[in-house]
């Protein structure tokens, strides 16, 4: 069985950081590609970051030089590192999965919420 299970949420004042993780089971972990999506109330899901299996990544433009996504095949993680945060990010956050094979071979975590207050 697959799981992605996402931690590391949390409450946090603007300027703030926030380190997310997700620990995937169930999956080769190092042949799939991962990011991270968020989705705010009434919004669409949207994607932050995206690293794919040799380790190359992508940012969403209001995400550059804030979030850095990294992985760790040895455990089977990934992690988003948010710095100065802002009232924006204030979302719930997803880890997802995907084969970069099999386009339909993907999963999701439960998502983890990220709010960013004054």
């Known amino acids: 069985q697959v799981q992605l299970v996402e931690s590391g949420g949390g409450l946090v004042q603007p300027g703030g950081s926030l380190r997310l993780s997700c620990a995937a089971s169930?999956?080769?972990?190092?042949?799939?590609?991962l990011d991270w999506y968020r989705q705010a109330p009434g919004k669409q899901r949207e994607l932050v970051t995206t690293i794919t299996t040799t380790g190359s990544t992508n940012y969403a433009d209001p995400m550059k030089g804030r979030f850095t996504i990294s992985r760790d095949n040895a455990k089977n993680t990934v992690s988003l590192q948010m710095n100065s945060l802002k009232p924006d990010d204030t979302a719930v956050y997803y880890c997802?999965?995907?084969?970069?094979?099999?386009?339909?071979?993907?999963?999701w975590g439960q998502g983890t919420q990220v709010t960013v207050f004054s």
């Open positions: 169930g999956i080769q972990f190092k042949f799939y590609e």
């Open positions: 997802h999965a995907r084969s970069p094979y099999v386009p339909s071979v993907n999963f």
